[in-house]
């Protein structure tokens, strides 16, 4: 006997409905009463002024949650739409206008960077009295008057990349080099081509490609774009990133009516409102994001939100929308050959790479000077932020405090978890 095919097309039916009933019990689903209980807890012992939490995946919101101290700062509603300093979340931005010129034959990882600047071309290197460049110091040295030498090799577009081209931070162990590059007073410059004016007359800490030394490269990157486009890299932000991916939530200025979230420190043992030469990253000055500015420095100048920031990092990393092709997409999100393999990976293109023996592996994270995260799982297609305003927390900063272990701790094991 014939069985009908109206049978056979009830059983089709019937497979595909369930097939989608159990794909939709392995969606992720998080126990979120554990993971707030986390954030609050640091929040409400006086660790950070505020945190705020959001995941997307593919669908929308997996988590939010945001907790304020309100004791500092009263009825503040943090959310999706707060208006955050960004800090070095910015150098991926200014990476990703650069791998756009470079794709388009106006920049090269080998050309040199005089070739723009032209006013470094007689920078010096400052060595110690053995003849090591500062930046193979291992312990602080009062060492003015500096000795300075020559360059002995070419600084590069690929050292601005890297952190290999010798600009630096006040973190140098250096208190000359310190001294120097924060009596610039580089926030309250008046464009690009005073900075460059300024970097001009002081010496690099080490000699162009000599090793890793993280410091104001991707802003002297953000000259360089400048002076190829012959425009302010605000401009160009807004022609290469704004309008090609149709973005918001992301800008250099402060937007009108907008007052930013105070700055907070823990450096002396417990919360308090940051003063001035509390955030000595550039000297006794921090951005100031003012809409009149014509000071953009790709490094550490940018203003995001939390929904910005995922929607640019959702765009730049999908081939079929981004800016750039895949092979750009690949070098910016891909691990370097000669890391070990059992920790975190510098991809040389403004991100960092969670190693191997992490139990979040393979997130492609970014971070920022006052305790600002941002993270892309591939395996379990989720986007992420955690934002507070804070620098020198009594927890650590950069990925050892231990409010973010405890985090991504419980959000991964529930993740694991979901799926089974």
Not at 100 to 124: A, G, N, Q, R
Not at 221 to 247: A, H, P, Q, S, T
Not at 397 to 402: A, C, I, V
């Amino acid at each position: 006997m014939k069985t009908p095919s109206k049978f056979y097309a009830l059983i089709l039916i019937s497979l595909i409905l369930f097939n989608c009933e159990q794909s939709e019990k392995k969606q992720i689903e998080l126990q979120k009463d554990k993971l707030n209980h986390i954030l609050d807890s640091y929040v409400e012992s006086g660790v950070y002024p505020f945190l705020y939490a959001r995941i997307e995946g593919e669908s929308g919101i997996v988590y939010e949650h945001s907790v304020t101290n309100r004791s500092i700062l009263g009825n503040l509603k943090v959310d999706g739409d707060t208006w955050i300093r960004i800090w070095s979340m910015s150098k991926l931005v200014t990476i990703s206008v650069a791998m756009d010129l470079i794709e388009e034959d106006k920049l090269s990882f080998s050309d040199p960077v005089t070739k723009y600047i032209p006013e470094f071309k007689d920078l010096k290197v400052a060595v110690d009295k053995s003849g090591k460049s500062i930046s193979q110091l291992t312990q602080v040295d009062n060492d003015c008057p500096l000795t300075l030498v020559d360059m002995d090799s070419t600084m590069l577009v690929k050292h601005l990349f890297n952190h290999t081209a010798g600009f630096y931070y006040t973190y140098t162990l250096s208190n000359c080099l310190n001294n120097l590059i924060s009596s610039l007073n580089i926030p309250t410059l008046y464009d690009g081509d005073e900075l460059i004016e300024k970097l001009a007359t002081i010496p690099l800490v080490q000699q162009p490609g000599e090793s890793y030394h993280y410091g104001l490269n991707i802003a002297v990157l953000g000259l360089v774009i400048e002076r190829i486009m012959d425009k302010n890299l605000d401009e160009v932000f807004e022609e290469r990133v704004i309008k090609k991916l149709g973005l918001t939530g992301l800008q250099y200025t402060a937007p009108k009516g907008v007052e930013l979230i105070p700055a907070f420190t823990g450096r002396n043992g417990y919360l308090e409102t940051a003063k001035k030469g509390d955030l000595p990253i550039l000297g006794q000055h921090v951005p100031n994001y003012d809409s009149n500015q014509e000071l953009f420095l790709g490094g550490v100048g940018m203003l995001g939100t939390a929904k910005g920031y995922i929607d640019y990092w959702r765009k730049l990393l999908d081939p079929d929308k981004s800016f750039l092709n895949k092979e750009s997409i690949s070098k910016i999100t891909s691990k370097p050959l000669d890391f070990p393999k059992d920790q975190g990976y510098q991809t040389g293109f403004g991100a960092y790479i969670t190693g191997e023996s992490d139990h979040q592996n393979n997130l492609l994270t970014v971070g920022g000077y006052e305790f600002t995260k941002a993270w892309v799982d591939r395996d379990n297609k989720l986007f992420g932020v955690l934002f507070s305003q804070v620098h020198s927390t009594t927890d650590g900063d950069g990925l050892g405090s231990k409010m973010e272990k405890e985090f991504y701790k419980e959000l991964y094991r529930q993740i694991n978890d979901s799926k089974y």
